[in-house]
């Protein structure tokens, strides 16, 4: 009897010493992954930071130009047919040292073109292209991605797969697709239906209204007759502000709430709502400063701004005049962003969802 | 009698804590999902404008003859035009070369103006103070020594202040010495799940995404109107943070704008570092509690997230309660009632507090960049929650020690373990 005690004593000491090694193996085994990635590391190294990150607009099209322009000083290029490596796998580059005219082709290799290009319909450019002349892309053209030194002119239906970065002046035709970024240093002119991410221009122009209107010829509001004048030093406001009646404001203004100006406006100081803010009045509108919104931002009337517009949804301009020459300014809406007519940017305009250019209503 | 109201206290505070446990895990699953599933606010960076805002840029520097060079030369090399920004190194009492260093980068760049402050009120605060007093900038940005800016990092952080209602902008904290050791590697984990998911998460829900103390910046006239940094707190960081959300004003934060930093290679370093954080951060817990609940300029879940950013550095100390409570009960014969909820203490204690980040906002920061190796590692973080329990814990016995007493504080430098050049 005290012997089978003993037996299950002892074989319940020995079902304890199981127990405890099995729980302190599976106390262990989530470790060795880890151990593993200690002594043997493939996921050690520092994440990348980008160092000599710096915006630009024109990033894409400075450095593949750059790269094609030190190619062709150092006299690397022939007539014709070349190989360049541009990555770690060599390319063919096709070289025309004059002036390149074709229609309904496609293009599969990186093209330098030292004189003007002229593509009739339809052509395919499935690789970078640089141009040191003038660029015209027949309608129903599709580019990868290219940089122009002079002017470009796009017809309509033209496609721009990735960016499209030109010197002189751009015009858009209508329905094109204008990729992840077009960047020119003079006059961007957009047509109806045009679609874009990323563009800038100095300045960027819509369609003008045939109800013209003349913004910029306000002087701070001394257009406005007997407005209020109210002065705020950053006060926050809760609550919706309605502005039916002329008036003009020296400080920011802050708003909890919605923003709508119905009448003449003048603002000397930014503007921030956490709600909407909405212009939309045949009168005439300046704001000296910026315009900030965590919601819809819109703008039609006749206005000058000479801030940025930054909204967290949707932004809608129209009869609006953004920044001036070579002051540049930015149209940013993380949303949508629509332009309507007589919209007239200096700088810079982005969306992270779709930028259209609105059409006949 | 007595006996009774005692087990009936220690359960009570055993199920409170568990309470406490699961707010934060509610708080920190829901910022997860946030950041996965939610809808990501935008920060400015996209902005181009051609008017810039004077900015002066602070660097407090205690004996930073290893650093100084590095961080100078990276910001000369900024886009940010040299005739709107003034750099401002304070070299607080080093007894090393930091002096002649940054002399002689002030006499190669004008834009450089350094102070040399030889007072025996030494810290990061006082020489912040001093900075403040002599910055041209409307806009202050403050980097610690150790810090690496990139080209375009300062531009990118001031375009936050076109928004009137930005009071402070702080950017992304990345480590540059991960693969130094165990240590090391683990904080670099626990940056990710803190930028990544934790501040993104805060700034997408319109809560208080914080201020960091460095790679941020903040509007100048909003801290010296009223009286510059407080001396007798070491976090002046989440006192600013409180201080502009209570004025109304916002804090953007920049997920994008990322800048390396040297993280502590020693054990003991990081033991003083999050004491000193920990004594600080509870300092202002006992002084922005009640205006947190008070301000007319927050909403309720402001506030909520507020209170519960306010009691991060408690909770440790309540935690290593709950467990000494756990064990009292059990020796009492007591824990009948929650002998099932001492497993959640204990498991749910690690994976909710294993470290500043919970291990679900480390895997989650770990997906979102792409860096799915290293979080072999997450098991380890096991030794960082009884690490952070302890020193958390002293550091908050500390600033009920400075509350009561009034005590001046004093500020200990984090050792550097720099060689070679900055790239």
């Given at each position: 009897?005290?012997?089978?005690?003993?037996?299950?004593?002892?074989?319940?000491?020995?079902?304890?010493?199981?127990?405890?090694?099995?729980?302190?193996?599976?106390?262990?085994?989530?470790?060795?992954?880890?151990?593993?990635?200690?002594?043997?590391?493939?996921?050690?190294?520092?994440?990348?930071?980008?160092?000599?990150?710096?915006?630009?607009?024109?990033?894409?099209?400075?450095?593949?130009?750059?790269?094609?322009?030190?190619?062709?000083?150092?006299?690397?290029?022939?007539?014709?047919?070349?190989?360049?490596?541009?990555?770690?796998?060599?390319?063919?580059?096709?070289?025309?040292?004059?002036?390149?005219?074709?229609?309904?082709?496609?293009?599969?290799?990186?093209?330098?073109?030292?004189?003007?290009?002229?593509?009739?319909?339809?052509?395919?450019?499935?690789?970078?292209?640089?141009?040191?002349?003038n660029a015209?892309?027949?309608?129903?053209?599709?580019?990868?991605?290219?940089?122009v030194?002079k002017n470009a002119e796009l017809?309509?239906?033209?496609?721009?797969?990735?960016?499209?970065?030109v010197k002189g002046c751009i015009t858009a035709?209508?329905?094109?697709?204008?990729?992840?970024?077009v960047s020119c240093g003079e006059k961007f002119q957009l047509?109806?239906?045009?679609?874009?991410?990323?563009?800038?221009g100095n300045p960027i122009l819509?369609?003008?209204?045939?109800?013209?209107?003349?913004?910029?010829?306000?002087?701070?509001?001394?257009?406005?007759?007997?407005?209020?004048?109210?002065?705020?030093?950053?006060?926050?406001?809760?609550?919706?502000?309605?502005?039916?009646?002329?008036?003009?404001?020296?400080?920011?203004?802050?708003?909890?709430?919605?923003?709508?100006?119905?009448?003449?406006?003048?603002?000397?100081?930014?503007?921030?709502?956490?709600?909407?803010?909405?212009?939309?009045?045949?009168?005439?509108?300046?704001?000296?400063?910026?315009?900030?919104?965590?919601?819809?931002?819109?703008?039609?009337?006749?206005?000058?701004?000479?801030?940025?517009?930054?909204?967290?949804?949707?932004?809608?301009?129209?009869?609006?005049?953004?920044?001036?020459?070579?002051?540049?300014?930015?149209?940013?809406?993380?949303?949508?962003?629509?332009?309507?007519?007589?919209?007239?940017?200096?700088?810079?305009?982005?969306?992270?969802?779709?930028?259209?250019?609105?059409?006949?209503? | 009698?007595?006996?009774?109201?005692?087990?009936?206290?220690?359960?009570?505070?055993?199920?409170?804590?568990?309470?406490?446990?699961?707010?934060?895990?509610?708080?920190?699953?829901?910022?997860?999902?946030?950041?996965?599933?939610?809808?990501?606010?935008?920060?400015?960076?996209?902005?181009?404008?051609?008017?810039?805002?004077?900015?002066?840029?602070?660097?407090?520097?205690?004996?930073?003859?290893?650093?100084?060079?590095?961080?100078?030369?990276?910001?000369?090399?900024?886009?940010?035009?040299?005739?709107?920004?003034?750099?401002?190194?304070?070299?607080?009492?080093?007894?090393?070369?930091?002096?002649?260093?940054?002399?002689?980068?002030?006499?190669?760049?004008?834009?450089?103006?350094?102070?040399?402050?030889?007072?025996?009120?030494?810290?990061?605060?006082?020489?912040?103070?001093?900075?403040?007093?002599?910055?041209?900038?409307?806009?202050?940005?403050?980097?610690?020594?150790?810090?690496?800016?990139?080209?375009?990092?300062?531009?990118?952080?001031?375009?936050?202040?076109?928004?009137?209602?930005?009071?402070?902008?702080?950017?992304?904290?990345?480590?540059?010495?991960?693969?130094?050791?165990?240590?090391?590697?683990?904080?670099?984990?626990?940056?990710?799940?803190?930028?990544?998911?934790?501040?993104?998460?805060?700034?997408?829900?319109?809560?208080?995404?914080?201020?960091?103390?460095?790679?941020?910046?903040?509007?100048?006239?909003?801290?010296?109107?009223?009286?510059?940094?407080?001396?007798?707190?070491?976090?002046?960081?989440?006192?600013?943070?409180?201080?502009?959300?209570?004025?109304?004003?916002?804090?953007?934060?920049?997920?994008?704008?990322?800048?390396?930093?040297?993280?502590?290679?020693?054990?003991?370093?990081?033991?003083?570092?999050?004491?000193?954080?920990?004594?600080?951060?509870?300092?202002?817990?006992?002084?922005?509690?009640?205006?947190?609940?008070?301000?007319?300029?927050?909403?309720?879940?402001?506030?909520?997230?507020?209170?519960?950013?306010?009691?991060?550095?408690?909770?440790?100390?309540?935690?290593?309660?709950?467990?000494?409570?756990?064990?009292?009960?059990?020796?009492?014969?007591?824990?009948?009632?929650?002998?099932?909820?001492?497993?959640?203490?204990?498991?749910?204690?690690?994976?909710?507090?294993?470290?500043?980040?919970?291990?679900?906002?480390?895997?989650?920061?770990?997906?979102?960049?792409?860096?799915?190796?290293?979080?072999?590692?997450?098991?380890?973080?096991?030794?960082?929650?009884?690490?952070?329990?302890?020193?958390?814990?002293?550091?908050?016995?500390?600033?009920?020690?400075?509350?009561?007493?009034?005590?001046?504080?004093?500020?200990?430098?984090?050792?550097?373990?720099?060689?070679?050049?900055?790239?």
């Amino acid at each position: 009897m005290a012997q089978n005690n003993k037996i299950q004593k002892r074989g319940g000491e020995m079902n304890f010493v199981i127990l405890i090694t099995v729980f302190m193996i599976l106390i262990f085994v989530p470790f060795i992954p880890g151990i593993l990635e200690l002594l043997f590391p493939i996921d050690d190294k520092a994440m990348s930071v980008r160092m000599d990150y710096s915006k630009d607009p024109s990033y894409f099209g400075k450095s593949f130009r750059r790269i094609m322009v030190s190619s062709i000083s150092k006299g690397e290029f022939k007539e014709g047919q070349n190989q360049i490596k541009l990555s770690s796998v060599p390319e063919s580059i096709l070289v025309i040292r004059g002036d390149f005219k074709h229609g309904g082709e496609n293009f599969e290799s990186i093209m330098v073109v030292l004189g003007d290009l002229i593509s009739k319909y339809n052509n395919s450019f499935n690789k970078e292209i640089y141009v040191k002349g003038n660029a015209f892309f027949g309608g129903g053209s599709v580019i990868r991605a290219a940089a122009v030194d002079k002017n470009a002119e796009l017809k309509e239906q033209t496609k721009i797969i990735r960016w499209l970065d030109v010197k002189g002046c751009i015009t858009a035709g209508e329905e094109s697709h204008l990729g992840v970024s077009v960047s020119c240093g003079e006059k961007f002119q957009l047509s109806k239906g045009c679609r874009f991410r990323r563009l800038f221009g100095n300045p960027i122009l819509t369609p003008v209204n045939a109800r013209s209107i003349n913004y910029g010829s306000l002087k701070n509001g001394k257009n406005i007759g007997e407005p209020s004048i109210i002065s705020y030093s950053d006060k926050i406001i809760n609550g919706n502000i309605k502005y039916e009646e002329p008036v003009i404001i020296n400080g920011n203004l802050i708003i909890n709430g919605n923003l709508e100006i119905k009448n003449e406006f003048t603002i000397n100081g930014d503007i921030k709502a956490n709600g909407k803010v909405i212009i939309d009045t045949a009168e005439n509108v300046t704001i000296n400063g910026n315009v900030v919104s965590e919601s819809v931002i819109s703008m039609k009337g006749n206005i000058k701004a000479v801030g940025d517009i930054f909204s967290q949804d949707e932004v809608y301009l129209e009869g609006i005049n953004i920044g001036s020459f070579n002051n540049f300014k930015s149209v940013i809406a993380k949303k949508k962003l629509t332009l309507g007519k007589s919209v007239e940017i200096y700088g810079f305009v982005s969306t992270e969802g779709i930028g259209i250019v609105e059409g006949e209503q | 009698m007595v006996i009774l109201i005692i087990i009936a206290i220690l359960k009570i505070y055993m199920l409170f804590v568990i309470f406490v446990m699961m707010i934060y895990a509610v708080r920190h699953n829901f910022f997860t999902f946030n950041r996965l599933f939610g809808n990501q606010k935008m920060y400015y960076q996209d902005i181009i404008d051609s008017e810039f805002i004077m900015v002066s840029i602070i660097i407090p520097m205690h004996n930073e003859e290893k650093t100084a060079p590095h961080i100078l030369d990276l910001l000369v090399k900024s886009d940010y035009p040299v005739s709107k920004m003034e750099i401002i190194p304070i070299n607080d009492n080093s007894t090393d070369k930091t002096m002649h260093i940054i002399d002689d980068y002030a006499l190669r760049y004008s834009f450089i103006k350094p102070i040399h402050r030889d007072s025996k009120n030494k810290g990061k605060m006082q020489a912040l103070n001093d900075g403040l007093a002599v910055a041209a900038g409307e806009i202050i940005l403050v980097f610690d020594a150790d810090y690496l800016p990139g080209k375009g990092l300062v531009r990118d952080l001031i375009v936050a202040f076109k928004d009137p209602k930005v009071g402070g902008v702080m950017g992304r904290v990345m480590i540059i010495n991960t693969n130094k050791n165990l240590l090391t590697r683990l904080l670099d984990l626990e940056r990710t799940g803190g930028y990544q998911v934790d501040q993104q998460a805060r700034y997408n829900l319109g809560l208080i995404p914080q201020y960091g103390g460095t790679v941020g910046g903040f509007r100048k006239e909003l801290v010296t109107s009223s009286g510059g940094f407080n001396e007798n707190i070491l976090a002046e960081d989440t006192e600013l943070t409180f201080r502009l959300f209570i004025k109304g004003y916002d804090i953007a934060y920049a997920n994008r704008l990322e800048c390396y930093e040297e993280a502590p290679e020693e054990w003991r370093i990081r033991a003083n570092q999050i004491k000193r954080w920990s004594r600080g951060h509870n300092r202002v817990m006992f002084k922005y509690l009640f205006p947190v609940i008070k301000a007319k300029n927050l909403n309720f879940y402001q506030k909520l997230d507020g209170i519960l950013l306010l009691f991060v550095y408690l909770i440790p100390f309540i935690f290593i309660l709950g467990i000494i409570d756990s064990l009292i009960l059990f020796f009492m014969g007591e824990m009948n009632l929650v002998n099932y909820v001492i497993i959640y203490l204990l498991i749910g204690g690690y994976v909710v507090f294993g470290s500043f980040a919970p291990f679900y906002q480390i895997g989650t920061g770990a997906l979102l960049d792409r860096v799915s190796y290293r979080i072999r590692l997450l098991p380890f973080f096991f030794f960082i929650f009884i690490f952070n329990l302890f020193f958390i814990s002293q550091g908050f016995l500390e600033s009920i020690v400075d509350v009561i007493v009034n005590r001046k504080v004093s500020w200990h430098k984090t050792i550097r373990y720099r060689k070679g050049a900055a790239k």
